[in-house]
């Protein structure tokens, strides 16, 4: 069985296609896992049940988990929506549009419950034209796409092969428009061994519209097709497959199937010609839809305002500072600004402000804009890095200016030499994400050229004096952090600190970011249940925390999780939740007194240690050895101060190298007494 090639797929319903779906990911073994979720949680149960006895006989990696609601699928890369609403449909025709009463609030409940959601959203439920549109417009997820036209090309080219006998490996053609009584037949554009075919688009018709009667009635319902369908959607959607399917989505204003060409999970329209009665055909399937889904649109599409009105509103502003240094975010969505006022204010001074034209960081919401950057960056000869975990393509011109955008993230950039930094997303809180990494990144250039440096170290803080805890990864730098910070200390930072000289003192300030506790941690601390219960309580860790951890939370899980890599997987903190969630204080300032060298050794007892390690250049971070935020927009000064003073008024702090167990009551004694 292969590795898996992508993360999590979600599956919302556990009915007929819903189980096909499911069977056919977790027996194919190219994603991590499927989630499966239902109206009652029984079936989803009890699906998952089955698909776990199925991978175990076939030896599959891939695993399946049952979510209690759809809210818990939104870090999956992909997710299905299937479900049926209970209804009896006895229509003769317009069969498929039998379900639209009884669906569309299903659908629409979904779609709030998904609300901005950034992965692929693959609409299996009748009638898919419509209510793939219902699902975009209430949601606002920017990739989701219908099946069913590809099901009814499969269905064509079949019949086709059996009418003409010929291999169906030979026939070239293409249904489009409705999944139902309005599809579109392109016969003058199909093609059979290269050349134009006679289609018998009679014939053609009874059999489009007799397949499904037939397997309706032999086994209730079908379920084979679509499920293929939706496979073929998954795999060339997530760029895992290079080809062309059939699916509903907008073009140009209509919502109806096409023929869609991916290259590496990007679709391009390719539209067949169409004869003058297969294009009155389509403007025909056109009108139905449009006509069914306005009365659709008035009962469950929230009234929002264009892009265009949201970026003329009230701007909102929020002004970070530190050490006298400060930097401005503003935005034409709140969820920005706030967002920045609850990332920084822990730790810095962070303030609501009135926009005005100084700011540092502009970030709006604004799809058309992402799209323009985008667009031009891919025009052009551009580099590529890697920007927090995502990559980055960047266009520098020759005044200075830098274009870039992250395809993942749906987010662009663009900065001018001596401008402010422009931020542009689809959605509110990757932009939120962005401008609060990039303000820290231009106060983070303020500081630094104001002659502080960054420190790996974590670093606690009590009546001004701060011990600062150095070492290698793993060393138990976080772990001491936190030890003396339930003993009393405030925590001024867990991974590392901006430390400056100050006369013949050392200032220290932190480094707001989510922090990071290991599940080994989080238990030994007696935090594991509390963090538990907040997070099945609705509340939530940081977007940026991996969904194996969230479901392991969910699960009651303290196994450790590991990255192929070998890097631990661990909960995500917003640095607000250390206080309300953990019960830590934060100090915003110190003044270094202490350094400690300490090393976990399992089965060992709380002991000094006899070697004396100092503090190194090798302890520092420099633009040179940033792994995580390289300088892609020019925000760090070109020269920095050395750190030989630095490092002097360092050696001269008393320090203490020390071995420490998994005992943690015994550790906390220890490191009070060595502290005091």
């Not at 590795?3 to 991590?32: D, F, H, N, Y």
């Not at 659908?107 to 992965?119: N, T």
């Not at 056109?286 to 929230?302: F, G, N, Q, S």
Request: some cysteine; aromatic content about 6%; hydrophobic content about 40%.
């Amino acid at each position: 069985m292969t590795r898996p090639k992508t993360g999590a797929i979600g599956v919302i319903g556990a009915g007929a296609v819903g189980q096909s779906v499911a069977m056919l990911l977790a027996a194919g073994g190219w994603c991590e896992s499927v989630r499966v979720v239902s109206r009652t949680g029984l079936s989803a149960r009890a699906l998952v049940t089955d698909l776990e006895d199925m991978s175990q006989v076939i030896g599959s990696p891939v695993r399946a988990v049952h979510a209690a609601h759809p809210g818990q699928l939104v870090s999956c890369e992909a997710v299905v929506v299937c479900p049926r609403a209970e209804f009896i449909n006895t229509s003769r025709t317009n069969v498929r549009m039998a379900g639209l009463n009884a669906n569309a609030p299903v659908i629409a409940a979904l779609a709030r419950a998904l609300a901005h959601y950034q992965g692929l959203v693959v609409m299996v439920t009748n009638p898919v034209d419509v209510l793939t549109r219902l699902f975009a417009e209430v949601s606002g997820c920017p990739r989701v796409y219908g099946v069913g036209s590809n099901t009814d090309t499969a269905r064509y080219r079949l019949t086709l092969a059996r009418l003409l006998h010929v291999p169906v490996e030979d026939v070239e053609g293409h249904v489009i428009g409705e999944h139902g009584d309005q599809a579109v037949v392109c016969a003058s554009a199909t093609r059979v061994n290269g050349r134009p075919a006679e289609v018998p688009v009679g014939q053609v018709r009874r059999e489009l519209a007799d397949r499904p009667a037939r397997i309706n009635a032999g086994i209730g319902r079908t379920r084979c097709g679509p499920a293929g369908a939706v496979i073929a959607a998954l795999r060339a959607g997530l760029g895992l497959e290079d080809r062309v399917v059939e699916l509903t989505v907008n073009h140009a204003g209509r919502w109806m199937g096409i023929p869609l060409r991916f290259t590496a999970g990007t679709p391009s329209v390719c539209l067949p010609r169409l004869d003058a009665v297969e294009a009155r055909q389509l403007v025909a399937a056109d009108i139905k839809l449009r006509d069914t889904y306005e009365p659709l649109a008035r009962l469950h599409v929230p009234v929002h305002p264009s892009w265009k009105e949201k970026t003329a509103v009230t701007r909102t502003a929020t002004r970070i500072a530190t050490a006298s240094k400060a930097a401005t975010v503003t935005s034409n969505s709140k969820v920005v600004t706030d967002w920045a006022l609850r990332y920084f204010g822990p730790w810095w001074n962070a303030t609501s402000t009135t926009a005005d034209a100084d700011a540092a960081v502009i970030a709006d919401v604004s799809p058309d804009r992402v799209t323009e950057i985008a667009q031009r960056v891919a025009d052009h000869p551009h580099e590529e890095t890697v920007y927090a975990n995502s990559a980055m393509h960047v266009d520098r011109d020759d005044d200075g200016a830098v274009l870039a955008s992250q395809p993942d993230d749906k987010l662009a950039y663009r900065a001018e030499p001596g401008g402010p930094l422009h931020i542009y997303g689809c959605e509110d809180v990757p932009v939120a994400l962005a401008a609060a990494r990039l303000a820290r990144e231009a106060v983070r250039g303020q500081l630094l050229a104001d002659g502080w440096s960054i420190l790996h170290a974590s670093a606690v803080v009590r009546d001004g004096q701060t011990v600062l805890t150095l070492g290698d990864k793993g060393a138990g730098k976080t772990t001491t952090a936190f030890l003396l910070a339930r003993a009393g200390w405030q925590l001024l930072a867990n991974d590392r600190v901006f430390i400056r000289p100050d006369r013949d003192r050392l200032r220290v300030l932190p480094w707001p970011s989510a922090a990071a506790i290991g599940f080994g941690l989080l238990d030994a601390l007696d935090w594991y249940e509390t963090v538990r219960a907040r997070l099945q309580s609705g509340e939530q860790l940081h977007p940026t925390q991996h969904q194996k951890v969230t479901d392991a939370l969910n699960a009651g899980s303290r196994t450790p999780l590991w990255k192929e890599t070998g890097k631990e997987l661990k909960p995500q903190f917003f640095p607000d939740q250390l206080h309300t969630w953990l019960g830590l204080t934060l100090a915003t300032e110190g003044i270094a007194t202490r350094i400690l060298f300490p090393q976990i050794t399992p089965g060992s007892n709380p002991a000094l240690a006899h070697s004396d390690r100092t503090v190194a250049a090798s302890d520092f971070f420099t633009p040179g050895t940033e792994d995580r935020y390289p300088d892609v927009f020019g925000l760090l000064p070109a020269i920095t101060t050395g750190n030989g003073p630095l490092l002097d008024l360092l050696s001269k702090l008393p320090r203490r190298s020390l071995t420490l167990s998994h005992d943690v009551k015994a550790n906390t004694d220890f490191l009070q007494q060595i502290t005091t």
